[in-house]
């Protein structure tokens, strides 16, 4: 069936790292593809996402390419801040008229001062 | 200001007892769905409809009701609360022709704890 693997967490970093946090997926046809932040008590945002192979979705310096050969979407942000510390969503939809949004379990990055 | 709104945000039930938990949107999507949300297994797909007077079951369907009576509206109703189903539910809509395009929009969740 259709699912998303990403990678565990936590992910510990300090201020102004390199981040990536892998994702693959699982799925017939062609799934869109979405990154989702979770920021601490609060409801998921879209962060990124990407509609068919070889696009890049981007946003606030996160980015992620979607490979279809690979079948990987990962996130990517070239210099992490303390306000990035959230909870990662890799997820994808598929469906057609259904339109089923598909998680992974998440990832945890905390980013230290 | 336009989003998908979900009270209450917190609950206590005692085993046995029922309750609704409420979710409306006012930005026309015709996608609704709801979300339970536990530690380590990401979200997952409760139950969703793609439009008023149509639902069906998500992965995880057993124990919970809905109903779509209008666009901006998505009750979830738990019949007989069970421990098992203390979860923080989220919420989510989306546009025409679905979250493909657009992606879902998330309400705030209900932290729901069973006892």
């Known amino acids: 069936g259709n699912s998303v693997t990403q990678m565990e967490g936590p992910v510990t970093l300090s201020e102004e790292a390199f981040l990536t946090i892998n994702c693959t997926y699982t799925?017939?046809?062609?799934?869109?593809l979405f990154w989702y932040v979770q920021y601490p008590g609060e409801g998921l945002q879209l962060l990124l996402k990407?509609?068919?192979?070889?696009d890049k979705g981007s946003n606030k310096g996160f980015e992620a390419t979607y490979r279809k050969e690979t079948t990987s979407f990962h996130l990517e942000k070239g210099s992490v801040q303390v306000s990035d510390s959230a909870v990662y969503f890799c997820a994808l939809v598929y469906g057609g008229a259904t339109n089923k949004l598909i998680f992974g379990t998440g990832t945890l990055l905390a980013v230290q001062p | 200001n336009a989003g998908v709104t979900q009270t209450p945000k917190f609950q206590v039930l005692k085993t046995g007892q029922s309750m609704t938990l409420q979710c409306a949107q006012d930005m026309n999507h015709e996608y609704m769905s709801w979300y339970r949300q536990d530690p380590g297994m990401g979200l997952r797909l409760i139950h969703y409809?793609?439009?008023?007077?149509?639902?069906d079951q998500g992965e995880v369907p057993n124990g919970y009701n809905v109903s779509r009576s209008t666009t901006e509206d998505f009750p979830l109703r738990l019949l007989s609360a069970a421990p098992s189903q203390t979860s923080v539910y989220f919420c989510?809509?989306?546009?025409?022709?679905?979250?493909?395009?657009?992606?879902?929009?998330f309400g705030s969740g209900t932290r729901l704890t069973v006892v």
């Open positions: 409809s793609v439009g008023a007077g149509i639902t």
């Open positions: 990407a509609t068919k192979a070889d």
């Open positions: 989510a809509s989306s546009p025409p022709p679905g979250g493909a395009e657009y992606g879902y929009t």
């Open positions: 799925a017939t046809g062609y799934p869109s």
